[in-house]
């Protein structure tokens, strides 16, 4: 059970890397090329969704750590 969990947590954090790198490789370079409108809505898309994400990981690590804190008392 132990290296099912640790593996699929190093599986998550590779992708999320992954993701991280070829996102700011390809997004941020779109975002400042004088490419065309629909260019800049992928790239600016993409951002977005990488801030969504990272916020979610967040709120799931913070969650997993504290499991009482959103219970009120």
């Given at each position: 059970?132990?290296?099912t969990k640790?593996?699929?947590?190093?599986?998550?954090?590779l992708l999320y890397l992954l993701g991280t790198v070829?996102?700011?490789v390809v997004g941020i370079p779109a975002l400042f090329e004088?490419?065309?409108?629909q260019e800049i809505i992928?790239?600016?898309a993409g951002i977005i969704t990488w801030v969504l994400i990272t916020f979610g990981f967040?709120?799931?690590?913070?969650k997993t750590?504290?499991?009482?804190?959103g219970g009120g008392r």
């Open positions: 059970m132990y290296a640790l593996t699929l947590i190093l599986l998550g954090a070829v996102g700011f004088s490419g065309s409108t992928a790239a600016f967040i709120i799931h690590i913070i750590a504290r499991p009482t804190a």
